[in-house]
C-alpha cells in the first residue's frame, strides 16, 4: 500500500500512476484489498499511522469522490447480463462479505481521520450511491428483454439489502431513512401526470423505477432493521409535517409488496 516512499514521489505523478491505479480497478476488489489492511499492525506507530493515512485516503477517492458504491451496482448488472443471473452460495457469501467491508469502514478509520469517513458522513454517500444506482438498474433491466427482470436485479438487490441492514444496524437508522424519504417523493412525482391531483396504484406500478422501491423492504431481509427503519420512518415523516396522503403512499411504495407476501410483514 506504501509507507514512507509515497511523500517522495511528485504529487502529479502520484495522482497519475498510483492513485489512478485504484481508481481504475474494480471497487470490489478495491475495497477487498484496503478495508482490511487498515487492521494491520506495522512495525512502529509512526509507519502505521502513515500506512491508515493513505489507505483512508484511497476510500475515499475511490469510494465517495469516485462514486465507487454506484460502479459496485453497475458492476453486478453486468455480471447478471453475462451469467444466468441466479444468485448461487458462493455470489452471495461474496455478496454479502463485500457488504459488510463497505459497513466496516467508519469503525476502523483511525480516530481523527477524515471526517468524510466518520458514520454521519460516509453512509450518506454510500446510501445516496446505492440507491440513485439501484433506481438505474431498475430502468436498465426493464428496458432489456433479453433477460429476466428479477434475475438481473437480484445481486443488486441482495447488496442493496446486506448493505442497508448494516447500516442500520451500526445505529445509522436516521441517516438512511433522511436519504430514502425525499427519494421516494420525487419517484412518486415522476409517476403521476401534470395534469392529475392524486396519485392511483398504477400509476407509479406502470413506472420502471418502482421495481426497485417496491422490492427495497424485502432485500432487507433482517427483521430488526426492518423494525428499526419502520419506526424511524414514522418519525421522520411526522417531523416533516407532509400531509396524510403524500406519506400514505410513501409507506405504500416501500410496503405494500411486502405486506402481501410475507405474513411476519403484516
Not at 27 to 56: G, M, R, W, Y
Not at 104 to 114: F, N
Request: hydrophobic share 45%.
Amino acid at each position: 500500500i506504501a509507507l514512507k516512499w509515497l511523500r517522495q514521489i511528485h504529487n502529479t505523478v502520484r495522482k497519475e500512476v498510483y492513485d489512478s491505479f485504484f481508481v481504475r480497478g474494480p471497487p470490489t476488489e478495491v475495497i477487498q484489498a484496503l478495508v482490511p489492511a487498515l487492521s494491520q499492525n506495522e512495525n512502529s506507530k509512526e509507519d502505521h499511522n502513515i500506512f491508515c493515512l493513505n489507505i483512508e485516503r484511497l476510500l475515499i477517492l475511490c469510494l465517495l469522490e469516485n462514486k465507487g458504491v454506484g460502479q459496485i451496482v453497475a458492476e453486478f448488472m453486468f455480471l447478471n447480463k453475462h451469467n444466468d443471473g441466479v444468485l448461487n452460495p458462493d455470489r452471495t457469501t461474496f455478496i454479502s462479505r463485500l457488504a459488510q467491508l463497505l459497513a466496516s469502514v467508519p469503525d476502523k478509520a483511525r480516530m481523527g481521520a477524515s471526517s468524510a469517513l466518520t458514520a454521519s458522513s460516509f453512509f450518506k454517500s454510500v446510501v445516496s450511491q446505492l440507491l440513485v444506482r439501484a433506481e438505474e438498474a431498475a430502468i436498465e433491466s426493464s428496458a432489456n428483454k433479453e433477460f429476466n427482470e428479477q434475475d438481473a436485479l437480484s445481486s443488486v438487490l441482495l447488496f442493496v439489502g446486506e448493505v442497508l441492514s448494516r447500516v442500520s444496524r451500526r445505529g445509522s437508522t436516521g441517516i438512511l431513512v433522511a436519504e430514502l424519504i425525499p427519494m421516494i417523493r420525487n419517484h412518486l412525482q415522476r409517476c403521476v401526470a401534470p395534469d392529475c391531483k392524486t396519485i392511483i396504484p398504477d400509476m407509479i406500478k406502470h413506472v420502471p423505477q418502482s421495481r426497485f422501491w417496491f422490492t427495497v423492504i424485502e432485500a432487507l431481509r433482517d427483521q430488526h432493521s426492518i423494525e428499526r427503519l419502520t419506526e424511524e420512518m414514522l418519525r421522520q415523516l411526522a417531523s416533516h409535517h407532509l400531509n396524510d396522503e403524500e406519506a400514505y403512499w410513501i409507506l405504500w411504495t416501500l410496503f405494500n409488496q411486502s405486506i402481501m407476501h410475507i405474513a411476519v410483514m403484516r
